[in-house]
């Protein structure tokens, strides 16, 4: 018996084969999940469709989060469906490109309120269809990432919104425990997707981050994966308000100089 059989989980932010979203949806699918996958837009059907029937799954429906009435619609056919859902993932985020370079200081209020309302304030919107799916409890899941507690060049618009994300996980932590709703988020290492694509220098952060993470190696999807199944199975029944690290132990650094870095200045 997996460690999701009997659980439905629905999925929201599968782009292509390299989203995280579609890491997490394989490992809970292998754990016995059944699964639903929420894609952005008709232009990504083409990918998601068959990632979906790979692993099984017929629930395919468009939601884009800024519209309340799509939310409540796939949230509709999802209730129809399945009746209810025991996980649901939230591993979404967009921001325009000209804020994510530069400086902090030059983050348009546009911009601004874009990154906010699609990649944090959909939490909230998510969250709030899917509890009349969650009446026995269950495991709320999003993706964020260390911009959110120390200065990471570039990301300041997604800066604001991964901290508002993981503000916004323990809020809804406390106030949905009641009803046995965990919410917890993952903290993931940088992994090249569609959306880091849009981060001016990713390939070189890459590559440097693999040399100076403690684990010396780079996250992978399927590793994040892992770390949603932990968060959705029973396995973390008393662990809610959370924001796990997946970074390979990126976030314990105070300072990214490696021994192998300061052997090479001085030579
Ligand atoms: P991705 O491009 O594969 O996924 C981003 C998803 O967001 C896409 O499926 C896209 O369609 C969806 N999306 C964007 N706007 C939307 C909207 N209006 N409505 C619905 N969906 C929308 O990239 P990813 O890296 O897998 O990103 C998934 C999550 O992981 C994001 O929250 C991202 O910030 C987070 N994350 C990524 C990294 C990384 O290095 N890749 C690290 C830490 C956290």
Redesign the pocket.
């Known amino acids: 018996m997996g460690l999701m059989a009997g659980k439905t989980a629905l999925i ?5 084969r ?6 997490i949806a394989q490992r809970l699918q292998e754990e016995g999940a059944r699964i639903g996958i ?4 008709a232009a ?1 059907l083409k990918r ?1 469709q068959p990632l979906a029937e790979s692993i099984g799954c017929d629930f395919i429906e468009p ?5 309340d009435r ?1 939310i409540e619609a796939v949230f509709q056919k999802a209730q129809e469906r399945f009746g209810t859902i025991d996980t649901l993932v ?5 921001a325009p490109r000209e804020d994510l370079a530069g400086r902090m200081v030059d983050v348009s209020r546009d911009g601004f309120q874009q990154t906010l ?3 944090a304030y ?1 939490l909230i919107a998510l969250t709030r269809a899917a509890l009349p799916l969650m009446p026995a409890g269950g495991s709320i899941i ?6 959110a507690e120390k200065v990471i060049p570039r990301y300041n618009a ?1 800066a604001i ?2 901290a508002s ?1 993981e503000l916004i996980t323990k809020y809804l932590a406390a106030d949905l425990g009641s009803q046995q709703i965990r919410v917890n988020a ?14 001016p220098g ?1 390939r070189d952060m ?1 590559r440097f981050t693999q040399q100076a993470v403690p684990l010396r190696s780079l ?1 992978h ?1 399927r590793e ?1 994966g892992d770390a949603a199944l932990f968060l959705a199975s029973d396995l973390s029944r008393q662990v809610t308000g959370e924001i796990l690290h997946v ?1 390979a132990g990126y976030h314990v650094l105070g300072s990214t100089i490696t021994d192998e870095m300061m052997a090479q200045l001085k030579s």
């Open positions: 929201f932010g599968v782009a292509n390299n989203s995280i979203a579609w890491g929420s894609y952005a837009s990504l998601v939601c884009d989060v800024t519209d799509q939230h591993s979404l985020a967009y309302a699609i990649s959909s999003s993706m964020t990432y260390y911009a997604m919104a991964k994300l993952i903290s993931a290492g940088a992994i090249k997707t569609l959306a880091a694509a849009g981060i990713f890459l996250v999807q994040v970074d």
